[in-house]
């Protein structure tokens, strides 16, 4: 089974700044990865999938790069509504693994 | 709009069964696959399984923690989606999602809509 692991597992950040998450997949999944947010109480929202692509309506702040085994989600200016959880997923085979989660927090 | 409403969680004993569902609107439910996604009280996201659709003979995967005592099943007429859980552990008490798996021009797909969630604990 392909493993994933996110860090950082915590990141106390500031409105505006500049947030980069990185997740690392234990073999080789080419660009089959997404990344979710889930905030409180909520279902996960898709960001990301195919490792770049950004999904209709959300906002262009986030982006995501990598292939391969190492993956990163950017926020370029961080807002107040993007202060959640982060999930990278693999897409390639099954079991399809999440990571463990980066959770955002306010500074 | 896609919409998909989970329902069927509750309170059950360890080694008891639950039937959970999921209906699902504003899409062409029978060309997707769909998979179940559960998360722990305070812990991350863990895939159950997913449901293929018919051009693909509706067969399933399951994570390794829930195969021969978790069932997925589907009726397309109703567009709804199951989950049958059987011999259940208190490790199974998890808020259960629903969600839809888009296939894209880009080869993959990924889970593009979610329901909104249905608790199951799973105590004595």
């Known amino acids: 089974d392909i493993q994933l692991t996110q860090s950082p597992s915590f990141l106390s950040a500031s409105v505006g700044d500049r947030v980069t998450i990185t997740c690392r997949a234990s073999q080789g999944i080419s660009s089959y990865l997404a990344w979710y947010q889930q905030k409180p109480g909520k279902a996960p929202k898709l960001l990301i999938y195919?490792?770049?692509t950004l999904q209709s309506g959300v906002p262009s702040r986030f982006s995501g790069s990598g292939s391969g085994a190492e993956f990163t989600l950017t926020i370029s200016s961080l807002q107040p509504e993007d202060f959640a959880t982060y999930y990278c997923?693999?897409?390639?085979?099954?079991?399809?693994?999440f990571g463990p989660g980066t959770k955002v927090d306010i500074k | 709009e896609v919409q998909l409403v989970e329902s069927g969680g509750g309170l059950v004993q360890p080694g008891g069964s639950l039937r959970l569902s999921c209906a699902a609107s504003?899409?062409?439910?029978?060309?997707?696959?769909m998979d179940w996604v559960r998360q722990a009280p305070g812990k991350g996201l863990e895939w159950v399984g997913r449901m293929r659709n018919k051009a693909n003979r509706y067969t399933t995967e399951y994570a390794a923690s829930v195969r021969g005592r978790f069932t997925i099943s589907r009726d397309d007429s109703k567009s709804s989606l199951h989950l049958q859980m059987n011999s259940l552990k208190t490790e199974d008490t998890a808020v259960y999602f629903c969600a839809r798996a888009y296939s894209s021009s880009w080869g993959g797909d990924y889970s593009d809509s979610w329901g909104q969630g249905t608790l199951v604990t799973v105590s004595s």
């Open positions: 997923q693999h897409l390639n085979g099954y079991p399809r693994t």
């Open positions: 195919a490792a770049s």
């Open positions: 504003g899409f062409t439910f029978s060309d997707h696959y």
